[in-house]
């Protein structure tokens, strides 16, 4: 009989991606999302926003230094504008219509509160979306899946269909860069590959 992995790590974070890509690299987590008011600040630039939200996640999260805690966010931006997550079906077709056939920006930020204070980074990655007809973006909205997703597609479910070209990082793109965030859990002294005993 197998058991659970002991939580190395707060994650200030509701997304199960996010989860799921820890547990990847062998990371257990106690899941404790932030509730925070996401709305960006007047003349916010995209990085800075996404930079802090992922802070602020962290800070919110954080009970002391025992289990260092993880804040995230991710934003797709477009001609310097940032695309949130879609708030009903409409907003989802006019989004992906305005990403078809074009180069967008995707950002994931990270912050690690823990013993050595707070440490972020910022990943940006370049996602190319191929053509994509209206009949078609209306019927992946009809599959649920674009409802809490930045931009209103996911690269690593049925959205990945549209993904023409990446240049960057894949896992940053599905909401955490999981080669930036093991260098700061190993600054905070959170151990990678700890995977559960059988």
């Known amino acids: 009989m197998s058991r659970r992995a002991t939580p190395v790590l707060r994650l200030a974070s509701a997304s199960p ?8 690299i062998g990371v257990a987590v106690d899941v404790c999302p932030a509730d925070l008011d996401e709305t960006p600040h007047p003349d916010e630039a995209p990085q800075d926003y996404v930079l802090r939200l992922a802070r602020e996640k962290a800070n919110a ?19 310097g504008q940032v695309l949130g ?10 989004m992906l219509a305005e990403l078809a056939g074009r180069r967008h920006q995707v950002m994931t930020a990270v912050a690690v ?28 909205w009809h599959t649920g899946e674009p409802v809490d997703k930045a931009g209103g597609y996911a690269i690593q479910g ?17 909401g955490l860069p999981l080669c930036e965030t093991a260098v700061i859990l190993q600054r ?3 151990p990678l590959w700890n995977l559960p005993v059988s």
């Not at 997550?85 to 006019?94: F, I, V």
């Not at 049925?158 to 599905?174: D, I, K, M, N, R």
Request: aromatic residues 2%; proline residues 4%; charged residues 25%.
């Open 113 to 140: 509160h823990g013993p050595v204070g707070l440490v972020t980074t910022c990943v940006v990655s370049r996602v190319t979306l191929r053509d994509i007809a209206s009949d078609e973006i209306t019927a992946y």
């Open 85 to 94: 997550k879609p708030r009903d079906g409409e907003h989802a077709r006019r």
């Open 17 to 24: 991606r996010r989860r799921e890509l820890l547990a990847d």
């Open 158 to 174: 049925l959205g990945g269909v549209f993904v023409q070209h990446l240049e960057g990082s894949h896992s940053a793109v599905v």
């Open 61 to 79: 999260g954080h009970v002391d230094d025992t289990l260092p805690t993880l804040g995230a966010d991710t934003v797709v931006v477009l001609d």
């Open 188 to 190: 905070q002294g959170v």
